[in-house]
């Protein structure tokens, strides 16, 4: 397919910075106001500029996003630095005698990656979010929420869509060429000062292509589209905005956004980001926080709870990220992340191999589904990391971290952990098959220690409020320190990290007394 590629200048916009209350400490009700939203909005205020959170003009703290009464992506407009949920959060900790405490972060410009839909015509496309309740795309060209790059780079494939003429999907039809877009921005580029590195950083664009593979009759018009991209937004656009472009394959008819089969196009092949103090590798279809600098002070914070040599198992590890975090900066003798996910091996091991050289550490990644015989983990690790999906922690897992600092024999509790010659259980074989282990530290199979911390990182509130009701019931847990951060401003959700410690013999309260101030 012939085509001329027209002169195109997309400058990637600054990030504006206003200032709000960057990190609370909230220790009762009274302490969390949420005023109300004013009529007039107030100037943004510098980044520079710095206010007693009780004075600022709630305004300093608004979306300020033209797309926020159609677009489904953020519900709260006012006070992005203080959720809707704080205020029951500090009641329910407060009733269990631990001091709460909030990190609001960034309020704009935060969001590192994006699933997009693309509707519309090749004369008008339209690239964002559905609108609420409906399949009806809103169109979402300035969303503050997003890094500024990753705006840019819709903009830039706007214009390859009008001039190329590809055909965005249609779902009532079930034609079209571009289905969705997902935009990932790597900030970790050590050519550039550390200051510099968020606002200029990288944009990883797949394309999720209407076809089954790269074999189909369009096929050459994705090869058109990514060049275009290429060409116009890579290292010799006058704006390097793409950091590489990718494929996937879908012909479904269901609401699932990616297929099984991926394919990289150009630019750079891997992709790397920097948090909790070690590189880690990202494929296209891994899971990666979409707020990478909420996500870094999260664990920043979680390894001051892990004692330096410790041993640790990692559930719901996905490609290992906090796992091999500790590793790094706890220098754990042991750590085991475990991924009922096969496709994030491949991410954990790149991420692995650039630990530095001299880590003293056995590591392991493991392809289990945590549900089934968790116990199995759990023997012989000092410290439990759980970061379970929305719905909350397996019920099994629950009566196994209950059972283990109960005081169940550990010999009963080894049982599931023992491994035998004469093995046939084909999900055990097939686990093992899959299991990847780096590092020169051998770990003992006679340890028989039973974890002393267990460190909740959740994302649904509601489920977090249950399993935390039932691990203190059991009389087995108590809870030590909790803390929330704002991973999604503008939104009815935050993060939370909770840290249990396992109860000695003979004490009754679930939860723990108040330290003085």
Known sequence: MAFTLSSISISAPSITRRSCQASTAVSAPSAVHIPRPPAP???????????????LPSSSCALHCPHFQMCSGCTQEFNLHRPLLIDEAVNFFKKLGVKFTFDSGRLWGWRCRAKLAVRGSSVQPLIGLYQEGTHTVVDIPDCQAHHPNINAVVKLLKQAIVELNVEPYDEDLGTGDLRYVQMAVTTHDTSLPTSERY?????????????RNENSHTSEKLKVLANFLWRTGGPWSEDHLIHSVWANFQTSSNNIIFG???????????????????????????????????????????????????????????????????????????????????ESRQAFTKTAERLPTNLDSSISWHHADTSIEPHSWLVGADVVVVDPPRKGLDPSLIKALQAVSSGTPKSKLLESNEMTKDEKRPWVLRTREASVSIGGRTQSQETQTSPQTLIYISCGWESFKEDCISLLSSKAWSLDKAHGFNFFPGTQSMEILAVFKRRSKGKRNSGKKKRPS
């Open 260 to 342: 099984n089969r991926w394919r990289y196009l150009l630019g750079e092949r891997d992709f790397w980001e920097h948090v909790g103090g070690i590189d880690v590798s990202l494929a296209p279809s891994s899971f990666g926080q979409a707020n990478t600098r909420a996500f870094d002070s999260l664990l920043r914070k979680l390894q001051k709870y892990v004692p330096y040599g410790a041993s640790v198992i990692d559930l719901y590890a996905g490609s290992g990220v906090i796992g091999l975090s500790l590793a790094s900066t706890r220098k754990c003798s042991s750590v085991k992340c475990v991924e009922v996910n096969k």
């Open 41 to 55: 909005l107030l100037p943004p205020l510098s980044h520079d500029q710095s206010s007693n959170p009780a004075t």
């Open 199 to 211: 606002n200029k950083g990288k944009v990883q664009v797949s394309l999720v292509w209407n076809s």
